[in-house]
C-alpha cells in the first residue's frame, strides 16, 4: 500500500481525536460516561460531543442514557462493528508503514 492511500482515506477513525475516542473506549471494561471521556482525553464538550455523535451515527459506538440517583447519565461503549473497523485501520496503517520501512 502506498502511503499516499493513507491521506486520501475517508475512515472516520483518521481523524485523531475520533481515533482517541475509539481506543478508549475499546480498551475500557465496561461503557464509559461522558466526564470520563472528556477528562481522560482532554477535549471540550463541544468537540468531544460532536465526534461522539459521528461515532454513533457511523454505528461505531453505542450511547445509553439513563437515571441514576435522579441524575441523568451517558455512557458510552465501543460496539463490535467499532471494534472491527478500529481493528481494520489499525492492520491498513501497519501495512503502509511496514511496506515503508523494508524500502
Avoid at 468531544?48 to 447519565?73: C, I, N, S, W, Y
Amino acid at each position: 500500500m502506498d502511503p499516499k492511500q493513507l491521506v486520501h482515506s475517508d475512515s472516520l477513525l483518521s481523524d485523531r481525536v475520533r481515533l482517541a475516542i475509539m481506543a478508549t473506549l475499546a480498551s475500557a471494561p465496561e461503557p464509559l460516561d461522558f466526564t470520563t471521556v472528556l477528562e481522560s482525553l482532554e477535549l471540550t464538550k463541544g468537540n468531544l460531543a460532536t465526534h461522539l455523535r459521528k461515532l454513533e451515527d457511523a454505528g461505531l459506538l453505542r450511547m445509553k442514557k439513563q437515571f441514576v440517583d435522579r441524575k441523568p447519565r451517558t455512557t458510552y461503549e465501543c460496539t463490535a462493528e467499532g471494534r472491527r473497523q478500529l481493528s481494520s485501520y489499525l492492520e491498513r496503517i501497519e501495512r503502509v508503514l511496514r511496506g515503508v520501512l523494508r524500502q
